[in-house]
């Protein structure tokens, strides 16, 4: 079975850190660009980063340009995302994406595999 599994959520305080991570279970992220998103309630589902699987170039949302890091570790078909300096409007429902060749990184319709999501809460 295919899937994606994301973990690493949880509260934290405004100005705070979490890693995120995506960990690919029956098929390998090799060949696939991998996205993170994330939907807050009554809010559409927002792209916040992507990794190429050519390259592995980087490309980030304005939202979160500098405060969010993306990484994948190809060895163990997992990708991370490191957040810093938290805001409140952080908190979300984040997922995780894989596409073998999305035409707009951004858009959640381009991707094959969804992870089930993690919530991440950002308050004092």
Do not use: H
Request: hydrophobic fraction near 30%; aromatic fraction near 12%.
């Amino acid at each position: 079975q295919l899937k994606l599994v994301e973990s690493g959520g949880g509260l934290v305080q405004p100005g705070g850190s979490l890693r995120l991570s995506c960990a690919a279970s029956g098929f390998t992220l090799d060949n696939y660009t991998i996205s993170w998103f994330r939907q807050a309630p009554g809010k559409e589902r927002e792209g916040l980063s992507c990794i190429s699987s050519i390259d592995g170039t980087t490309y980030y949302a304005d939202s979160v340009e500098g405060r969010f890091t993306m990484s994948r570790d190809n060895a163990k078909d997992t990708v991370y995302l490191q957040m810093s300096s938290l805001k409140p409007e952080d908190t979300a429902v984040y997922y995780c994406a894989a596409g073998i060749d999305p035409m707009f990184i951004f858009r959640p319709n381009d991707y094959d595999y969804w992870g089930q999501g993690t919530q991440v809460s950002v308050s004092s």
